[in-house]
């Protein structure tokens, strides 16, 4: 019995896991193939607004699809049916799912990719406020822990003016434009800045623990540079991270 699991081919996460998840399985039934490749014959047996957020799990003997945690649940206990047991019991299969949206919701935003080409089936997740929400809570949780944990070299109200300033520029520049997304890519924007610093942030606390300058420096380039690919990205103007490097330098250099 072949199941065939159908990945976004523009989400670089979606790549990677599905490909663990099809070599995870022993029994040889399971293969996977990229949104760009799909049939209208595979494509009529997928329920389109699911498939946007829930991985689709499609049985080409004709029975039933899967979506989501249950495509993982079927793929792992595949291997070990010990482990689909326990991911099959209802409570961790509800937190599961909570989980699995929170990912699902916002993986352009954790893994940022670029612009994808038309393809006859879109499977972009769309915009959800409460997750959206909740991710930029999340990660700037994150940082903020961070930075009360490590001792960096940087007066702590700086990292505050620079987020709050950077916001308020992307703000201006959206209004400017007249963007009838105004909200939804703001929220984006907000994603995607946290995501930048957390990213470099995270480097740059490892070379500080560990007494490393070199290490220190490339998590600052990187967090600019996350800022300028995930802006572009996002089709914003370049200015933003111009404005963004500039207010970085100012606010952020060592004490």
């Known amino acids: 019995m072949k199941k065939l699991i159908i990945y976004d081919e523009?989400?670089?996460?979606?790549?990677?896991?599905?490909?663990?998840?099809?070599?995870?399985?022993t029994t040889g039934c399971l293969a996977r193939i990229g949104s760009g490749q799909l049939t209208q014959d595979t494509i009529s047996?997928?329920?389109?607004?699911?498939?946007r957020h829930e991985i689709p799990l499609v049985d080409l003997d004709g029975g039933e699809t899967l979506y989501g945690v249950d495509t993982w649940i079927y793929a792992f206990g595949q291997r070990n049916k010990q482990i689909e047991?326990?991911?099959?019991?209802?409570?961790f299969k509800t937190v599961l799912q909570k989980l699995y949206a929170f990912i699902s919701y916002n993986?352009?935003?954790?893994?940022?990719?670029?612009p994808g080409r038309w393809q006859l089936f879109d499977l972009q997740p769309e915009f959800r406020l409460s997750y959206r929400l909740a991710f930029i809570l999340v990660v700037f949780g994150i940082l903020t822990g961070l930075f009360v944990t490590v001792n960096f070299p940087v007066w702590a109200p700086a990292v505050m003016i620079l987020i709050v300033g950077q916001?308020?520029?992307?703000?201006?520049?959206l209004f400017?434009?007249?963007?009838?997304n105004f909200l939804p890519t703001l929220l984006d924007y907000t994603g995607h800045l946290g995501m930048s610093l957390l990213v470099?942030?995270?480097i740059s606390a490892v070379g500080l623990t560990a007494g490393w300058a070199a290490l220190v420096l490339i998590g600052n380039a990187l967090?600019?540079?996350?800022?300028?690919?995930?802006?572009?990205?996002l089709g914003l103007s370049p200015w933003l991270s111009v404005c963004f490097t500039v207010l970085f330098f100012l606010l952020l250099r060592p004490l």
Do not use: E
């Not at 523009?10 to 399985?25: N, Q």
């Not at 047996?45 to 498939?51: E, G, K, L, N, T």
């Not at 993986?107 to 670029?114: D, L, P, Y």
């Open 10 to 25: 523009s989400c670089p996460m979606c790549k990677l896991y599905t490909k663990g998840m099809v070599a995870a399985d």
């Open 45 to 51: 047996r997928i329920d389109p607004q699911r498939a």
């Open 85 to 91: 047991n326990l991911l099959s019991m209802r409570w």
């Open 107 to 114: 993986r352009r935003i954790i893994i940022t990719s670029a």
């Open 167 to 173: 916001l308020i520029v992307t703000s201006l520049s």
């Open 176 to 180: 400017s434009l007249h963007d009838d």
């Open 200 to 202: 470099g942030s995270l």
């Open 223 to 233: 967090i600019i540079g996350q800022h300028f690919i995930r802006t572009y990205r």
